[in-house]
């Protein structure tokens, strides 16, 4: 089945220091691939997205690159601030099969001043 | 848009009641989710629908869970008899289309069940 596994945190970091959140999946086929971002008490934003292999999806200085040949979409960050501060979440959409999304286990971000 | 709206926000019961959460998806969107969240389990998808019609039910716990779409601007989720261990927080999210692309979701209902 589709799977998602993400390093666990919490990763604590300074601010304007670099970030990396990993990610790797299993899937058949070729699965559209997203970050998403929950703030203490909200819901799951959607942060970037790809949707096919070499696809760097990027948004509010995030980036991540769709790597089929290391199942991998992992998360960046040049320089974080302390409003980055939040639970990241890597998720998959499949082609086929169950449409939902299949979401990993999330990496809390802490970010200090 | 007002974006995907779940009431109530915070629900506590006693172990033994009904719970009943209620979701109105972005209006448009033909596909409805449902997630709980918990520490120990993380994101669990419990139940899709697509054109109200439910899709994929196999995330649903046990027989205690039950979900409804009577139209496209609105879903329930009920448990029945409600139990401890049903404390997390549930999601409501919608997307167009039945591939899932850019999900909405909602702020969720806390729920504590004493």
């Known amino acids: 089945g589709n799977s998602v596994t993400q390093m666990e945190g919490p990763v604590t970091l300074s601010e304007e220091a670099f970030l990396t959140i990993n990610c790797t999946y299993t899937?058949?086929?070729?699965?559209?691939l997203f970050w998403y971002v929950q703030y203490p008490g909200e819901g799951l934003q959607l942060l970037l997205k790809a949707t096919k292999a070499d696809d760097k999806g990027s948004n509010k200085g995030f980036e991540a690159t769709y790597r089929k040949e290391t199942t991998s979409f992992h998360l960046e960050k040049g320089s974080v601030q302390v409003s980055d501060s939040a639970v990241y979440f890597c998720?998959?959409?499949?082609?086929?099969?169950?449409?939902?999304?299949?979401f990993g286990s999330g990496t809390r971000l802490q970010v200090q001043p | 848009d007002a974006g995907v709206i779940q009431s109530p926000r915070h629900e506590v019961t006693e172990m033994g009641q009904e719970v009943t959460l209620r979701c109105k998806p972005i209006s448009g969107h033909n596909s409805l989710f449902w997630y709980r969240q918990t520490m120990m389990r993380g994101l669990e998808l419990l139940i899709y629908f697509n054109n109200n019609v439910p899709i994929d039910d196999s995330g649903m716990p046990e027989d205690r869970f039950s979900a409804k779409m009577p139209n496209a601007s609105f879903s329930t989720l009920k448990i029945q008899p409600s139990e401890p261990r049903d404390s997390a927080v549930y999601f409501c999210a919608s997307t167009l289309g039945g591939e899932a692309k850019e999900v909405f979701f909602g702020s969720g209902t806390q729920l504590s069940v004493l």
């Open positions: 998720a998959l959409s499949a082609p086929t099969g169950r449409r939902a999304l299949t």
């Open positions: 899937a058949t086929g070729y699965p559209s």
